[in-house]
């Protein structure tokens, strides 16, 4: 009846259902090395109780989408060594697969087809373990996902002070590129032993890598202690390295108040530096330490949640004892449903519509307040129906929540929407925040009304704003350790007032018309803005970058020269010393693949 009221085709309904995500992308059969439905000869002489499978790949936002591939899932980290070892001597690359849960084709490229030598190894089914080392030291195996891992941590009253929001995430993947949270000091906190602030990559105390032993040549385990030059290129290494194990430095646990609003303009919460009020969006990085906006296309009020350290339950708080506590976001309403499907279905000026619907059904979850509702109109009134706000508020209110860190920190199903997404850091002085984030937010909305003025509507999800510290190396409590020469988050020698990172993403849906143009317009104008004189840009390695009017992952000079300089300014080591480390401990580049190739030279 739904699909009757609305006018959807097939075609819609099916691409609305690929936009709500859920779990059926990682349920697909696999296939046997003796089935029918096999695809070429599976891997010759494979090491003995390795059991090869097809599957086809596919990542988050399903823009990279591969044939059937040979794929394993070994039972031991020694099984990864011998597997280094075949492949050398077969002539295939092995690419540790987790939850797929990214964007940019570091594990493999969109259409890589069947025929490739590339041999996927899935982490997630045995490589799991997990552990305490001692009362500040966990170890982890990189297949266990965060979601466990900060699950296991707060059985043991320790956490984190910031992480990546969804739990679908492998600890390798997250450590491969350098994965982050939202979370500064807030004025006058105490940082507390084992929170660090940055990178999760930087409270990485020892790691475990396969690597090419000197003198045999044969593929090996190898442990590289924190304090090892060596170990500062694998720290974030974008699939160019196989991590098996790390130990991380954790701390106690925090309970944290998470407070969302909805009533402040965009006007004001990103105005310029300097503007009155107190609510600014550095305003309450000073107070909270916390904060995250996320801002619907096409709207004028952000979501903002700004998290405080408090140890005990404010009386007006609502207490959460599991994570995931904003179930309108994670399990779509069939408004936002059918909406979705009618965009992805060719309607693409709907999309102002769509941001103000995602907008309405937020302020709903959040607050209960249904003014904006009642006053709304047209296909809006029409898609919030009755039943729609009755399961919206029969869930609850979220907007002041209270708990353990891990509660509040992981907020993403994998059930949300499947969006692409951009990604920067842009590095500045802590008192430099707003002028960073006046200056992205009001080029992006010139960029987005111009767009408009012409027809077109490539923005269809939300700008995110985080705010992170850099990848303090003394936060790992080891002597002599480096920062991760590869992640955004690494200091500049030259720049020791940069003690910050500000990260921008968008999001849309893939294959929006004129979404890599807009991209690559924002991209363009980041470069000139943050050039280094007052913030510097690097890129965020999982998302979209290096755009071209057509394509993402696709411009030679970012690629070639921006990037590699983006990590080599300010002097010291950096990008250069990464490359030659991870060559040098894998010279027959089996951890690797044709994009890796062309980046990392």
Known sequence: MANERHGLTRREVIAASAALGGVAWLLR???????????????????????????????????????????????????????ADWARAAGWRLRAQGHRHGWAPLTVADGTPASARVLLVDTTRHLTGISLVDASTVRVQTGASMETLLAFLAGHGLGVAACPAPGDLTVGGVLAIGGHGTAVPA???????GHGQGSLSNQVTSLTAVVADGTTGRYVLRTFDRSEADSAAFLVHLGRAFLTEVE???????????????????????????SSGGRTL??????????????????????????????????VARRVTEPYNYPFSDNIPEPVALLAGQLIGGSWGLAPVFGQL???????????????????????????SGDT????????????????????????????????????AVLTRRADLQWVVSRFTAYYQQLLTEYQGRGEFPMNGAVEIRVTGLDDPAASGVPGARPPLLSALRPRADRPEWDTAVWLDILSFPGTPGLHRFCRELEQFLLRTFDGTRAGLRVEWSKGWAYTDEAAWADPDILGRVIPDSLRAGGGPGWDEAVAVLDRHDPHRVFGNPFLDTVLR
């Open 248 to 274: 991380l430095r954790v701390g106690a646990d925090q309970n944290l108040r998470c407070v969302s609003r909805l009533d402040i303009p965009a006007t004001e919460l990103f105005a310029p530096p300097g």
């Open 29 to 83: 059969g696999t296939v046997g090395p003796d089935s029918a439905q096999a695809v070429g000869a599976p891997p010759p002489g494979l090491p003995g109780g390795i059991e090869p499978y097809q599957q086809v790949y596919e990542n988050w936002a399903g823009e990279i989408r591969t044939d059937q591939l040979w794929t394993c899932a070994p039972s031991t980290p020694q099984e990864v060594a011998g597997l």
């Open 358 to 384: 995602q907008y309405l059904v937020a302020k709903v979850g959040l607050t209960g307040d249904l003014t904006d509702v009642l006053l709304s109109g047209g296909l809006l009134r029409d898609l919030l």
């Open 187 to 193: 004025v006058g906190e105490t940082l507390q032993p």
């Open 282 to 315: 550095a305003d309450f990085v000073a107070r909270d330490g916390r904060a995250e906006a996320i801002w619907f296309a096409y709207t004028s009020h952000p979501w903002l949640k700004t998290w405080r350290i408090t140890p005990d339950k404010p009386f």
């Open 389 to 424: 706000l009755t399961h919206l508020l029969a869930d609850g209110l979220r907007s002041d929540l209270w708990g353990s860190s891990r509660n509040l920190l992981q907020y993403v199903r994998p059930t949300t929407l499947r969006v692409t997404a951009n990604g920067y």
